[in-house]
């Protein structure tokens, strides 16, 4: 339903505009339906159904008119546009947290892991030193069905990656957060100068610093995965899993305390608690905040709310799947 896919707090205003404009749309797919809308089969139930809807439009267009408001206008503005009236993009409801699941980050300790089960919104903390005896330790007392984690997952042979450059261009405002994942080729180089070399003669592209600094992470994730755990994997960008929480992307630098401020107040209007621990010995509470919008896209994932950049994800010699999921 359109109000319940709504964010709380939405107006009245708004509510009749979103509903009057999916009204109309739907109105004007059934009379002309196109290969993206199906026909309804029977002629009589799709003349019930346009007449259904189109009395609810023209109910709401009498209540547009009582409250002084140009529905048409309002509901061409907000077509166009995509957005909200009055509220710009809708962040997304809060996450129902249905099967364990667990979202990690890297850190100075290895690895940080965030733990989201049923009926217990609070994250539980959990650090190893590698991505493997992090999921083992959690998988000892819980039955995770989703491991979301944020490094990049299936690498490109002589190309860039689709996941990187559609990241980037969602995140208007912090694209510098999304490095450019360097071939397989290149992470085999043993130093920095020698993977550019080679990154260039493959894909065209140099190599950066973030890129080639977390080469020992990302084989290590890449030899684990390749490796075939029994549990779903998932690559994630938190940055992207904020964006997606609040409606737009968190401009605030995560290390200060404003910006920590933005990410719990986005877990937890997401439906996520402060985790139990922010920080540590080896793990920063950036690190902390990363793990839980890691756990969040995970537990989207296990229902089926997912997205991946881009879809369906590209495959690579690797075998694969290299999309960014939110």
Avoid at 182 to 194: C, D, I, P, V
Avoid at 195 to 211: E, K, M, P, Y
Avoid at 249 to 266: I, Q, S, T, W, Y
Wanted: aromatic share 4%; proline share 7%.
């Amino acid at each position: 339903m359109v109000v319940a896919d709504m964010a709380s707090g939405t107006s009245a205003r708004d509510v009749a505009v979103e509903l009057s404009r999916q009204a109309a749309l739907l109105a004007e797919q059934l009379d002309a339906p196109t290969a993206a809308v199906p026909t309804v089969a029977q002629p009589g139930v799709r003349a019930e159904v346009i007449e259904t809807v189109t009395t609810v439009a023209a109910t709401l267009r009498r209540l547009g008119d009582a409250l002084g408001l140009d529905l048409d206008e309002a509901t061409t503005r907000h077509t166009e546009t995509g957005r909200s009236p009055a509220n710009g993009p809708m962040p997304a409801p809060p996450v129902e947290v249905t099967v364990p699941v667990l979202g990690v980050d890297a850190c100075a300790a290895g690895w940080v892991g965030a733990i989201l089960e049923p009926g217990a919104p609070r994250p539980r903390i959990a650090v190893a030193g590698s991505i493997a005896a992090l999921v083992e330790a959690v998988r000892q007392s819980l039955d995770i069905q989703a491991v979301a984690i944020d490094i990049p997952i299936g690498l490109p042979d002589d190309t860039t990656r689709q996941a990187d450059v559609l990241t980037r261009k969602a995140l208007k405002g912090k694209a510098s957060s999304v490095f450019t994942t360097l071939t397989r080729s290149a992470y085999a180089a043993e130093s920095r100068a020698e993977s550019d070399t080679v990154n260039r003669g493959l894909s065209g592209q140099g190599v950066g610093a973030q890129a080639y600094g977390l080469r020992d992470k990302i084989l290590e994730v890449d030899a684990w995965v390749r490796s075939r755990p029994t549990v779903a994997v998932l690559e994630v960008h938190p940055e992207l899993s904020f964006a997606v929480m609040t409606g737009a992307p968190v401009l605030a630098k995560k290390k200060n305390d404003e910006g920590r401020a933005a990410r719990l107040a986005a877990l937890a209007a997401a439906g996520i608690a402060s985790p139990s621990v922010l920080k540590g010995d080896g793990y920063a509470a950036d690190d902390v905040l990363d793990a839980c919008a890691a756990a969040w896209t995970a537990a989207r994932r296990t229902n089926g709310l997912a997205r991946s950049l881009p879809e369906p994800p590209e495959t690579f010699s690797d075998g694969l799947p290299a999309a960014i999921w939110v």
